[in-house]
């Protein structure tokens, strides 16, 4: 059986072609489409957002075989808190013939742990892990202790934080204050020996600056396992904002360019709250668990 599993969240679309019998994927594709853009202001995902996703969706299926595929299409926060998602779900289904299931941020945090678990068991690690989804509207929060999974979901995301703030000392007293829920969450584990994994865009990105991958020679299979320490974090996060903003473009990606530090400083804050110094990066994400609990039935 091959699935297509399709993840729209607030700033990116996902997609994994997997091959259920082989257990890999066969092919992806990513595009920038920032469903969330304005969304806090006008509570709507606007007309033009829904225009990138279908026009992404559309160019997808040129680069991957939709026919006779399994698929299975999920978006998130965005869509959670849009007073138009029914409407979007409609045009896109309309405009594309795939119908987008909005999951809540307890089945994300699951099925993006799911993803992880089988990557950490390919890289030959089986223990208990604490793992950290930065996405563009939420930032979820997943430990997996002798088989039990505890998962949480904050309002804490690369574009929601982003779009409400001017500056760098904007964006740093936003992510300490946003992040409290986060922490009190936390405490509840910190007696636990866990390992600390990373994924979604923020990790993946500065883990390809640290191979000297840009986003267009951007490789999967070199970023993950890659393990990234808190100074290297400060590293990166200081070259980024010496970079002028065509630079930062051609190293993150056309549309991400604003919206990587205010990841990076989200994910330095995670650091501290769990008392960890490295983490494992992971790019296998949300779409990806989405295949495998496909095949799985």
Do not use: W
């Given at each position: 059986?091959?699935?297509?599993?399709?993840?729209?969240?607030?700033?990116?679309?996902?997609?994994?072609?997997?091959?259920?019998?082989?257990?890999?994927?066969?092919?992806?594709?990513?595009?920038?489409?920032?469903?969330?853009?304005?969304?806090?202001?006008?509570?709507?995902?606007?007309?033009?957002?829904?225009?990138?996703?279908?026009?992404?969706?559309?160019?997808?299926k040129k680069q991957i075989n939709f026919n006779s595929a399994v698929v299975?299409?999920?978006?998130?926060?965005?869509?959670?808190?849009?007073?138009?998602?029914?409407?979007?779900?409609?045009?896109?289904?309309?405009?594309?013939?795939?119908?987008?299931?909005?999951?809540?941020?307890?089945?994300?945090?699951?099925?993006?742990?799911?993803?992880?678990?089988?990557?950490?068991?390919?890289?030959?690690?089986?223990?208990?892990?604490?793992?950290?989804?930065?996405?563009?509207?939420?930032?979820?929060?997943?430990?997996?202790?002798?088989?039990?999974?505890?998962?949480?979901?904050?309002?804490?995301?690369?574009?929601?934080?982003?779009?409400?703030?001017?500056?760098?000392?904007?964006?740093?007293?936003?992510?300490?204050?946003?992040?409290?829920?986060?922490?009190?969450?936390?405490?509840?584990?910190?007696?636990?020996?866990?390992?600390?994994?990373?994924?979604?865009?923020?990790?993946?990105?500065?883990?390809?600056?640290?191979?000297?991958?840009?986003?267009?020679?951007?490789?999967?299979?070199?970023?993950?396992g890659t393990k990234l320490t808190l100074d290297e974090l400060d590293y990166?996060?200081?070259?980024?904002?010496?970079?002028?903003?065509?630079?930062?473009?051609?190293?993150?990606?056309?549309?991400?360019?604003?919206?990587?530090?205010?990841?990076?400083?989200?994910?330095?804050?995670?650091?501290?709250?769990?008392?960890?110094?490295?983490?494992?990066?992971?790019?296998?994400?949300?779409?990806?668990?989405?295949?495998i609990s496909a095949c799985e039935g």
């Amino acid at each position: 059986m091959r699935v297509v599993a399709i993840d729209l969240g607030s700033n990116s679309l996902t997609i994994v072609e997997y091959d259920c019998e082989k257990k890999e994927a066969v092919n992806s594709f990513m595009q920038n489409v920032r469903t969330a853009q304005n969304l806090i202001e006008s509570k709507k995902i606007s007309q033009e957002a829904i225009n990138r996703v279908i026009d992404a969706l559309n160019c997808a299926k040129k680069q991957i075989n939709f026919n006779s595929a399994v698929v299975k299409a999920v978006t998130t926060q965005a869509l959670r808190v849009a007073q138009n998602a029914d409407d979007v779900i409609a045009q896109i289904k309309a405009k594309t013939g795939i119908e987008f299931n909005i999951i809540s941020p307890k089945t994300e945090g699951e099925l993006t742990l799911k993803a992880v678990k089988a990557r950490l068991e390919k890289l030959g690690i089986n223990k208990n892990f604490v793992l950290v989804d930065i996405g563009g509207g939420s930032t979820e929060l997943s430990y997996y202790i002798d088989g039990k999974i505890y998962s949480k979901s904050f309002e804490l995301g690369i574009v929601t934080t982003a779009n409400s703030c001017k500056s760098l000392e904007e964006i740093e007293s936003f992510v300490k204050q946003k992040a409290k829920e986060i922490e009190d969450f936390a405490k509840k584990f910190n007696n636990k020996e866990l390992i600390f994994t990373a994924t979604a865009g923020t990790p993946t990105t500065i883990a390809a600056m640290k191979h000297n991958l840009v986003y267009k020679t951007y490789n999967a299979d070199i970023v993950t396992g890659t393990k990234l320490t808190l100074d290297e974090l400060d590293y990166y996060l200081k070259k980024l904002l010496a970079m002028s903003k065509k630079e930062r473009e051609i190293t993150v990606g056309v549309g991400r360019d604003d919206l990587i530090v205010a990841g990076v400083i989200i994910f330095k804050e995670i650091y501290k709250i769990l008392n960890k110094n490295e983490a494992i990066v992971i790019d296998d994400g949300l779409s990806m668990g989405v295949a495998i609990s496909a095949c799985e039935g």
